[in-house]
Nanobody, 117 residues
Framework: QVQLVESGGGLVQPGGSLRLSCLASGFTFNWARMSWYRQAPGKERELVATITSTNIPDYLVSVKGRFTISRDNGRNTVYLQMNSLNIEDTAVYYC???????????WGRGTQVTVSS
């Protein structure tokens, strides 16, 4: 059974930091592109950051220089370090996996990030 379990969300003040984690199971993590998406109220879900199975990252323009995606294949975990958070970063953040071979796609249930003073 495939599972993506996010953690690390919460309430933070503008300018603060959070680190999200996503623990994966049920598929070969090493062979998957891992991504973080977010969805704010009334907005479409958007891709925030992605990292390939060969460890190449890419980012939404508005988070470049503030967010860092990384993966630990030994722990089947992908991380999103978020610094200099602002109110516009408030959203539910979802972990996403796309297997390189099968092209199967998996989603986590999401974790809420709220940036507020």
């Amino acid at each position: 059974q495939v599972q993506l379990v996010e953690s690390g969300g919460g309430l933070v003040q503008p300018g603060g930091s959070l680190r999200l984690s996503c623990l994966a199971s049920g598929f070969t993590f090493n062979w998957a592109r891992m991504s973080w998406y977010r969805q704010a109220p009334g907005k479409e879900r958007e891709l925030v950051a992605t990292i390939t199975s060969t460890n190449i990252p890419d980012y939404l323009v508005s988070v470049k220089g503030r967010f860092t995606i990384s993966r630990d294949n030994g722990r089947n975990t992908v991380y999103l370090q978020m610094n200099s958070l602002n109110i516009e970063d408030t959203a539910v953040y979802y972990c996403h996996a796309r297997h390189d071979i099968s092209a199967n796609v998996y989603w986590g249930r999401g974790t809420q990030v709220t940036v507020s003073s």
